[in-house]
């Protein structure tokens, strides 16, 4: 299906590197963004967790002109080719890019940005970088810093079917520690089985939707309500 929002978002990134470009594009490729980004109806502002390159909130900022993203991440050279794309793309003054320290969360607060009042937070394939304790302090930190009837949004791998998960574990494995495209040094899978009791916990209310029905990896989008 034609997907509009998707061109002009990769399109930001053909001035960059060779590495750059390959990596945005199989990023693309293998990640739902559609779904996770129809999750977000009506949210107008949304904080996007480990936004990495930009291209969630590049693709967020050109299908809805409405909606106000800010993407952190520890990555500084990441975050700058994430700036560059969107001054590209024409999205700077509805898109912008802060660096945060390692094992920050929303309670740390963001340089010139609010700390409280998201309708959305989105965390996409972030949580199993931090291991579980971690997780669920950013989850939870996520959670109070929403608004009124906002939403934690959580993309993730589930642990089954197995073949999957060991498929996208070994893909991980060189990710983050032979080529170190993605900063990590632990990686413990957030199934659903597992991130669900912690959105509870967090005083959220989750819908979990599996997402990998034709696809190799087994993802998962899980929705926490606020209210």
């Not at 107008?44 to 952190?72: E, K, M, Q, S």
């Not at 608004?147 to 999957?164: M, Q």
């Not at 032979?178 to 959105?199: D, F, K």
């Amino acid at each position: 299906m034609s997907d509009p929002a998707g061109r002009a978002a990769r399109a930001a990134y053909r001035e960059t590197s060779v590495g750059t470009r390959v990596h945005v594009g199989v990023r693309w490729r293998t990640c739902p963004f559609s779904s996770i980004a129809a999750a977000l109806s009506g949210a107008h502002t949304i904080l996007d967790v480990g936004c990495g390159h930009g291209l969630f909130p590049l693709y967020l900022a050109a299908r809805d002109p409405a909606v106000r993203v800010t993407g952190v991440d520890i990555d500084d050279a990441k975050l700058e080719i994430a700036a560059a794309a969107a001054a590209r793309a024409g999205v700077a003054d509805r898109v912008t890019f802060r660096p945060v320290a390692p094992g920050w969360t929303p309670a740390s607060g963001i340089p010139g940005a609010p700390a409280t009042g998201w309708d959305a937070i989105t965390i996409v394939d972030v949580l199993y970088l931090l291991g579980h304790a971690a997780a669920e302090r950013l989850i939870a930190d996520a959670a109070a810093a929403l608004a009124p009837a906002g939403r934690v949004v959580v993309k993730e791998l589930d642990t089954t079917p197995a073949w999957k998960w060991r498929a996208s574990l070994a893909q991980e494995v060189l990710a983050t520690k032979v080529l170190r495209i993605t900063a990590g040094e632990q990686l413990e899978h957030m199934g659903i089985a597992t991130l669900e009791p912690a959105l509870r916990a967090a005083g959220l209310d989750p819908t979990t939707t599996r997402l990998d029905r034709g696809r190799i990896h087994p993802d998962y989008l899980s929705v926490g309500s606020s209210g």
